[in-house]
């Protein structure tokens, strides 16, 4: 059985591994989420993603903006028990795993108001979950019962989101 502190260790060590800030806060384990990190041009006023680490340069104006560590966070409830940990590796799995964020390819509409604009939306938000746990299963240290039963709620939600769109989960 892991313990607390072994879970909280792992999901700071992936963070660190991968250039991912972990923020840990006393929120609803709900409200977790996964975010890219993005500067802005003072030359052009572009907002800009940060990709990977290192030199970042405007992508339209091509102007230097300093030097990043990280490129994306998440920030979760802090990890208490097996519930928790699968949230927060879930979220680093939005980050992480190569299908866990289309964030880019919504529609412009979706990335402007969270709100599902195509059925396309839909899908790929879909596959976004379905990934992110696939990833969060195969990265943890142990994958307990309660962790299966957090994913599967979570999926069954996101499957019950796209019934009403008229999307086969």
């Known amino acids: 059985m892991l313990t607390t502190e072994a879970m909280r260790d792992h999901v ?6 991968f250039n991912v800030k972990v923020i840990q806060t006393s929120m609803d384990p709900e409200l977790a989420h996964a975010g890219q990190f993005m500067r802005r041009c003072d030359t052009c006023g572009q907002n800009n993603r940060l990709s990977r680490p290192g030199k970042v340069r405007c992508g339209r104006c091509k102007s230097d903006l300093g030097e990043s560590r990280t490129v994306g966070y998440i920030k979760i409830a802090q990890v208490t028990d097996d519930a928790r940990y699968a949230i927060a590796l879930h979220e680093l799995g939005h980050r992480l ?14 990335r402007n108001t969270g709100q599902f604009s195509t059925m396309r939306d839909v899908r790929l938000r879909l596959e976004e979950e379905r990934a ?9 240290l142990d994958w307990t019962i309660t962790m299966e039963h957090v994913k599967q709620l979570s999926l069954a939600s996101y499957g019950a989101m796209a019934a009403r769109y008229g999307v086969k989960p």
């Open 132 to 140: 992110a746990w696939d990833w969060a299963e195969k990265n943890a």
């Open 97 to 110: 795993a190569p299908w866990g964020g289309f964030f880019h390819e919504l529609s412009r509409d979706m």
């Open 12 to 17: 700071n060590e992936l963070g660190q591994s």
